[in-house]
């Protein structure tokens, strides 16, 4: 895959402890608030009220989040010490195809390099990237069958899945208010079974109907909709992370079972071991994506997503698993963080960014770099080349 290298600042050492630096640093991250995908909240769901009107067109990213995209960037040029326009080599952006991840690199690529106008790099309309959409290209030795078995084996199945998460099934019935004994969505049965074509899994039921619905209300709240229009009037922040247990949910079928973060994860971490270890190559790697990437690697990793207002696990927009080799007097080692803004400051529009250190498992904080790359490739699936 070509991807284009981008001018950009030399990043200035940010000290970790005595006589340390920073050499290089790679990050994945979700694209901004957007507008929701059409039958992300399946048209047949009952509510009481109307659904708000959004002010770009379904799955496009919106002003408010591409202005939040540029709180984060900002973050990370003081964090990266970027000053004045770049120097070539030393930046790197990649996106997937939609509009809402090319116009996050945008948003993030400008307010980096202010008045640099920098080129973000991506595959051509149309066209399957299998850094972010593995599965759909065949980019692994994918078995659907040897997924449904995994998912059921992590999940317990998924009539238990959907029994766990009943009674936050039933407060988005309370939000969306239809007063129906039966719900306000009635997608019928859980099942789970391989895809007509082999490469992916299909997955129907409570979870995955309501997932998307309470991923829109909490859209509605980050993109800083007036609060009589956000759930309907009838869900304010506490009750939006409750309910975003629901689309967390969807990923423990998608994502996070280790065969699925093994495939879904595989490319994208293949990738991100490779610029960390190359001898040269961009001092920033910048690789933007979606919430199912994302999820993936922290699978692969073995880390949970937390950041503040949103549930354990489920992706914040514009959240980035940030990896950073470091070197001090013992050799180069790697350091993992969750860069996010809480979802208050998404949607208040404050500069406020929560950078968490995470403990590497098997490695604590601080992974020796060839260390860090045989633990992750052990949890990632081959690329299949050729």
Request: proline fraction near 8%; charged fraction near 20%; hydrophobic fraction near 45%.
């Amino acid at each position: 895959m070509r991807l284009l290298l981008l001018a950009a600042t030399l990043l200035t050492p940010l000290p970790a402890a005595a006589q340390d630096k920073v050499e290089r640093v790679v990050m994945l991250m979700r694209h901004g608030v957007r507008a929701p995908i059409t039958g992300e909240a399946p048209l047949d769901t009952k509510v009481d009220g109307q659904w708000p009107a959004w002010p770009v067109a379904p799955e496009f990213l919106t002003p408010h989040g591409a202005k939040a995209i540029a709180q984060l960037a900002r973050h990370d040029r003081r964090w990266l010490g970027t000053t004045g326009c770049p120097a070539p080599g030393s930046v790197r952006i990649h996106t997937n195809t939609p509009e809402r991840t090319i116009a996050t690199g945008r948003a993030y690529a400008d307010a980096l390099a202010p008045a640099c106008r920098l080129t973000v790099d991506h595959e051509a309309a149309g066209t399957v990237d299998p850094l972010f959409e593995p599965l759909r290209a065949g980019a692994t030795a994918f078995d659907a069958n040897k997924a449904v078995a995994a998912i059921t084996a992590y999940t317990g199945g998924v009539n238990a899945l959907t029994a766990r998460h009943a009674a936050t099934i039933r407060e988005l019935d309370r939000v969306l208010g239809c007063g129906l004994p039966a719900g306000c969505s009635t997608p019928g049965p859980a099942t789970l079974k391989p895809s007509a074509d082999g490469r992916g899994v299909e997955f129907t039921g409570p979870i995955r109907a309501t997932s998307g619905t309470a991923q829109v209300i909490l859209l509605q709240y980050a993109e800083g909709m007036p609060m009589a229009q956000v759930g309907f009037g009838r869900a304010d922040a506490a009750t939006i992370k409750r309910l975003g247990v629901l689309h967390a949910a969807l990923f423990d079928v998608f994502t996070r079972s280790p065969y699925m973060a093994a495939h879904q994860a595989g490319p994208l971490g293949d990738h991100m071991l490779k610029v960390l270890t190359a001898p040269t190559g961009p001092r920033l790697d910048v690789l933007v994506g979606h919430d199912t990437n994302v999820t993936a690697l922290a699978a692969a990793l073995g880390v949970d997503l937390d950041a503040p207002g949103f549930a354990l696990n489920d992706a914040a927009p514009g959240g980035a698993l940030v990896l950073t080799r470091r070197r001090d007097a013992r050799g180069p080692y790697v350091t993992l963080s969750y860069r996010v803004q809480p979802l208050d400051a998404i949607r208040n529009g404050t500069a406020t960014v929560v950078d968490r250190a995470i403990a590497i498992p098997g490695c604590a904080t601080r992974c020796p770099l060839d260390r860090f790359d045989k633990l992750l490739r052990a949890k990632l699936a081959p690329v299949v080349t050729g």
